[in-house]
Nanobody, 128 residues
Framework: QLQLVESGGGLVQPGGSLRLSCAAS????????IGWFRQAPGKEREGVSC????????YFADSVKGRFTISRDNAKNTVYLQMNSLKPEDTAVYYC?????????????????????WGQGTLVTVSS
């Protein structure tokens, strides 16, 4: 069974940092592009950041550019989202997703809805 499990969410003050992890089981991430998505209450899901299978290409939404970084450790079958300078508007459930593609660009993955494997989500709350 293909599974993705997110972890690392929690409550953080504005300006703080969190690192989310997305661990795969039942399959290897080596040949999958990975994306982080978020959904805040009452809002549509947003593609936050995506990374190609090789790790050579990344995409960030304008709302997080310069604050978030994405990385992958294929040896650990895990992808990370480092979130710095967090703002209250970053509050959302964060999901990771994997897809074997192909994609013309990693941005295309972040804009697609029907991806192959989704995690259950982890809640990030930014509040003082």
């Amino acid at each position: 069974q293909l599974q993705l499990v997110e972890s690392g969410g929690g409550l953080v003050q504005p300006g703080g940092s969190l690192r989310l992890s997305c661990a795969a089981s039942g399959f290897t991430l080596d040949y999958y592009a990975i994306g982080w998505f978020r959904q805040a209450p009452g809002k549509e899901r947003e593609g936050v950041s995506c990374i190609s299978s090789s790790g050579g290409s990344t995409y960030f939404a304008d709302s997080v550019k310069g604050r978030f970084t994405i990385s992958r450790d294929n040896a650990k079958n895990t992808v990370y989202l480092q979130m710095n300078s967090l703002k209250p508007e970053d509050t959302a459930v964060y999901y990771c997703a994997a897809d074997s593609g192909p994609f013309v660009t990693v941005q295309a993955m972040c804009l697609r809805n029907g991806l192959e494997v989704w995690g259950q989500g982890t809640l990030v709350t930014v509040s003082s």
